[in-house]
Nanobody
Framework: QVQLVESGGGSVQPGGSLRLSCAAT????????MGWYRQGSGKQRELVAGITSGGGANYADGVQGRFTVSTDNAKNTVSLQMNELTPEDTAVYYC????????????????WGQGTQVTVSS
């Protein structure tokens, strides 16, 4: 199995910054893609940013230029640097990884972290 453990998050004032990190552990052969989703209260879960093992990144329109996603392939980690935060960024942020994994045979599955709360408020 594969586990994703998130860290970071918390409360910040508008205009502030936070950094989220996520580490994938377990019977991993290769992490193909890692990224972050978020779900605000009463809203659907949406993709925030993601990055492939080759370094190709994509961002939601609303975070482009403010958020930066990065990965460390050797450590199977992904980070999300969030700057110029606004109250609209308040949500539970979830790490997701698309992983080739297994012991006796390889499978490709998505895995999710438990979520971490980000609150932007004055």
């Amino acid at each position: 199995q594969v586990q994703l453990v998130e860290s970071g998050g918390g409360s910040v004032q508008p205009g502030g910054s936070l950094r989220l990190s996520c580490a994938a552990t377990g019977s991993i052969f290769k992490v193909v893609w890692m990224g972050w989703y978020r779900q605000g209260s009463g809203k659907q879960r949406e993709l925030v940013a993601g990055i492939t093992s080759g370094g190709g990144a994509n961002y939601a329109d609303g975070v482009q230029g403010r958020f930066t996603v990065s990965t460390d392939n050797a450590k199977n980690t992904v980070s999300l640097q969030m700057n110029e935060l606004t109250p609209e960024d308040t949500a539970v942020y979830y790490c997701k990884a698309d992983v080739l994994w297994g012991t006796s045979s390889l499978k490709r599955d998505p895995f999710w972290g438990q979520g971490t709360q980000v609150t932007v408020s004055s």
